[in-house]
């Protein structure tokens, strides 16, 4: 079956850095997004990654390693904004996308 | 005002009703998807349409029926509802590039169904 796993929740301290990790399983692959989800919002864009590697955009990059069904957010200099929901997504042969049930992530003063 | 509108933002009804949740865009995108979104779970497709002309089930569609009025507008209906399709609801919109893949989605719909 098709499967995507990330941490429940996740506790960081303003202005450090939290990684947020992605597994999944799916039949056939066209990519791994990454979205935020502030509570009561909609989720909104963060990331696509297609190729193995790194893709940084501004305090936020995103990881993906195709060979281990990996992936990872990271987020840099926490603000207190960036407390959200992180749905991890990847995309499978038929171009549909398996969502995980996201990580909350809680950030302290 | 938002790209993707959804309407209404939040519905409280009883059981055996008849709901309709109304989508409209004006992104100009020719996709268009209604999700349902429960506590603990990722985000789930109900269905899909890649034009007027094309609708498609999604992995949830039992319950639920959807209507293309248009390029813009996307509706999602349930014909007797019921207290497990209490959930938030949301539509979305693509341009089906596979090489962006970006969502666009609407505040949300809340239903609860008594």
């Known amino acids: 079956g098709q499967n995507i796993d990330q941490p429940t929740e996740m506790t960081a301290t303003e202005g450090a850095i939290v990684q947020i990790n992605c597994t999944y399983q799916?039949?056939?692959?066209?990519?791994l997004f990454w979205y935020q989800q502030h509570a009561g919002e909609a989720p909104t864009f963060l990331s696509y990654?297609?190729l193995d590697g790194l893709e940084e955009k501004g305090r936020f990059s995103s990881f993906l390693s195709r060979s281990k069904g990996y992936s990872y957010l990271l987020l840099k200099e926490l603000q207190m904004k960036d407390s959200a929901s992180y749905l991890c997504?990847?995309?499978?042969?038929?171009?549909?996308?398996?969502w995980g049930a996201g990580t909350k992530l809680i950030i302290k003063p | 005002d938002a790209d993707v509108t959804q309407t209404p933002r939040n519905r409280i009804t009883k059981t055996g009703k008849r709901i309709m949740l109304e989508c409209s865009q004006t992104?100009?995108?020719?996709?268009m998807y209604w999700y349902r979104q429960d506590p603990g779970l990722g985000l789930q497709l109900i269905y899909y349409?890649?034009?007027?002309?094309?609708?498609n089930k999604g992995e949830i569609s039992d319950g639920y029926s959807v209507s293309r009025q248009a390029q813009a507008k996307f509706s999602l209906s349930l014909e007797s509802a019921i207290p497990n399709q209490t959930a938030l609801y949301f539509c979305?919109?693509?341009?089906?590039?596979?090489?962006?893949?970006?969502?666009?989605f609407g505040e949300g719909s809340r239903l609860t169904v008594l």
């Open positions: 979305a919109t693509s341009d089906g590039q596979v090489d962006t893949g970006e969502l666009f």
């Open positions: 992104k100009g995108h020719d996709r």
């Open positions: 349409s890649f034009d007027v002309k094309d609708i």
């Open positions: 799916t039949s056939g692959f066209n990519g």
């Open positions: 990654n297609v």
């Open positions: 997504a990847a995309m499978d042969s038929n171009y549909q996308l398996i």
